[in-house]
């Protein structure tokens, strides 16, 4: 079983920078591809970043290319999300999740609002 935990979100304005963390317990999340999501009100859950097991490989969601940038530190057992240049249009529950796409488990989420 593997407990994911978000933190870092929050009220950002347009053109700012935020960071996410997705913490994992229980099993090592370090056995897993590891991504974000995200889910705006009346949207589908998005497809935000997902990286490798290593850390080598990265993809991105054409709405967050160039802005985005996923990490991970598996002595940590940490996920990241570095979010610049924010918009508007980022403002969405954001969440962590082992194993996409198919996804094995999902953190609870954290608020992420964008203001002008």
């Known amino acids: 079983q593997v407990q994911l935990v978000e933190s870092g979100g929050g009220l950002v304005q347009t053109g700012g920078s935020l960071r996410l963390s997705c913490a994992g317990s229980?099993?090592?999340?370090?056995?897993?591809?590891m991504g974000w999501f995200r889910q705006a009100p009346g949207k589908e859950r998005e497809f935000v970043a997902s990286?490798?097991?290593?850390?080598?490989?990265?993809n991105y969601g054409d709405s967050v290319k160039g802005r985005f940038t996923i990490s991970r530190d598996n002595a940590k057992n940490t996920v990241y999300l570095q979010m610049n240049s924010v918009k508007l249009e980022d403002t969405a529950v954001y969440y962590c999740?082992?194993?996409?796409?198919?996804?094995?488990?999902w953190g609870q989420g954290t608020q992420v609002t964008v203001s002008s």
């Open positions: 999740a082992a194993d996409p796409p198919l996804v094995r488990y």
């Open positions: 229980g099993r090592t999340v370090r056995s897993y591809a």
């Open positions: 990286i490798s097991r290593s850390g080598t490989n990265t």
